[in-house]
């Protein structure tokens, strides 16, 4: 009978998020990560409040959470598949490249903006991820994402 592989499933709140990525307020897109399977895949979420300064100016009178922030949203959370493996600690990951971006649905306050990561290349210093956002359970925007783990200066 062959042995499976167990591994540990992390949970994080916005505390521990703050850890593992240098991203603070008002840039700090991710409130909680509910799945993290290190090296595999992320799951988490963003509550999009009316608070949040970017409706000051996107838009008056027609608050829209802009697609650019999703994104960053994504990449953000993309970070626990990656910084949560021992290799990794005390790095910093960054933005690399980005691939078939597609945004389906508008995101407004009141939403909860879930996001899912999956690892579809870790090599190195490099890293490739399927990612995608959702509100209840409908596509919001997906993309494949790269990041670049880098040396804290």
């Not at 499976?4 to 991203?23: F, G, Y």
């Not at 307020?25 to 409130?31: A, E, K, R, T």
């Not at 959370?77 to 005390?90: A, N």
């Amino acid at each position: 009978m062959a042995e499976t592989e167990t591994q540990e499933i992390l949970q994080m709140d916005v505390m521990e998020i703050m850890k593992l990525i240098p991203h603070r307020y008002p840039f700090l897109l991710v409130d909680r990560i509910t799945e993290c399977a290190p090296g595999k895949y992320v799951k988490g979420y963003k509550n999009v409040t009316f608070n949040e300064e970017f409706f000051q100016g996107h838009f008056p009178n027609n608050p829209i959470m802009p697609g650019v922030l999703m994104i960053e949203a994504l990449a953000q959370i993309s970070s626990g598949i990656i910084m949560t493996l021992p290799q990794y600690k005390e790095k910093l990951l960054l933005f690399a490249g980005i691939d078939g971006v597609r945004f389906k649905r508008i995101v407004r306050p009141g939403d909860k903006l879930d996001l899912y990561a999956e690892v579809l290349r870790l090599k190195g210093l490099i890293c490739k991820a399927k990612c995608r956002a959702s509100v209840d359970g409908e596509l919001v925007t997906e993309a494949d994402l790269m990041f670049s783990v880098q040396d804290i200066p």
